[in-house]
C-alpha cells in the first residue's frame, strides 16, 4: 500500500522560505515519477513541480527560480524547497506519485501541507 506524508509546512511572511518534505512508504521514489501540487481556497489544483524518473525537473511559470524539487533516494523522500515565498503562494500543498512517466498523471496522492504566507 502506497503512503506519501507530507511535512514542513507552515506560516510564514512574505520573502521567507521553507521545506516540504514528502515521506513515501510502498514506493519507491527513484523508479517513477513524482510532483508537488497546490490548491488554494477556491481555485483549481496546479501543478507546482515534477521530478521524472531520469531526475529532469519541470516547474510552473509562476515558481520558477524560487522554488526547487529534488529527492533523496536513501531516504526514499520528495521535497520541495520553496523560497521568497509570496501571499500568492497560499495554499495546501500537495504530494504525488505516478506508476510511470509524468505524463502519465499521478495516482497516488498525499494528505496535504498547509503553506501560508503573510505580508
Known sequence: ?????ESGGGSVQAGGSLRL???????????????WFRQALGKKRERVAVID???????AG?????FTI????A???LYLQVNSLKPEDT???YCAASAGYCH????YWGQGTQVTVSL
Open 1 to 5: 500500500q502506497v503512503q506519501l506524508v
Open 21 to 35: 518534505s514528502c515521506a513515501a512508504s510502498g514506493y519507491t521514489v527513484s523508479s517513477y515519477c513524482m510532483g
Open 53 to 59: 524518473s531520469d531526475g529532469s525537473t519541470n516547474y
Open 62 to 66: 509562476s515558481v520558477k527560480g524560487r
Open 70 to 73: 529534488s529527492k533523496d533516494n
Open 75 to 77: 531516504k526514499n523522500t
Open 91 to 93: 495554499a495546501m500543498y
Open 104 to 107: 502519465t498523471g499521478f495516482g
